[in-house]
């Protein structure tokens, strides 16, 4: 019996060069590298021999430890071919609706008015105190005063 490989996303010519743990699970959405197959098999026979020499499981956790990883990343690829395929009977339309609706808003953010009147004005926290640019001299002694005691946490009581 054959499978069709019509979802798949590795093409047929490249399947030999995939590493031997991908294509012993069947990997048809999930494709890791040589590294992360090597950290998937050996590192998991590693991690139970460890697991086992310090006596916090059984040696049956050398052999059972490595099926539960590869049980996993195969669950992993099934789940991906699932999303896949949903995600393609979306109708275009739809997709295009929700892309417009998930675009980032940075610098929609509306401006109040009295930050607009000077480029580069600072809206004053009182309006009795003008608006300072970058630049600009230090305000008198008494308008820093003001600002100072304004900027002080006020005592309890």
Do not use: H
Not at 54 to 82: G, I
Request: net charge positive.
């Amino acid at each position: 019996m054959t499978r069709s490989r019509s979802w798949a996303t590795v093409p047929s010519d490249d399947e030999r060069y995939r590493p031997l743990y991908a294509r012993v699970l069947g990997l048809r959405f999930v494709n890791p590298g040589g590294v992360l197959c090597f950290l998937f098999f050996e590192g998991s026979v590693a991690l139970a021999v460890l697991l086992a020499l310090a006596e916090l499981v059984n040696w049956w956790a050398v052999l059972v430890l490595p099926a539960v990883v590869a049980a996993m990343v195969k669950l992993n690829d099934v789940v991906a071919e699932l999303v896949i395929r949903t995600a393609a009977q979306v109708p275009e339309q739809e997709r295009e609706r929700f892309r417009r609706q998930m675009e980032p808003v940075v610098g929609r953010a509306p401006v109040p008015a009295t930050a607009r009147a000077l480029p580069g004005a600072v809206p004053a926290r009182d309006p009795a105190l003008p608006a300072t640019r970058p630049g600009d001299p230090a305000p008198p002694a008494d308008q820093a005063e003001r600002l100072a005691d304004r900027s002080r946490p006020a005592p309890p009581g």
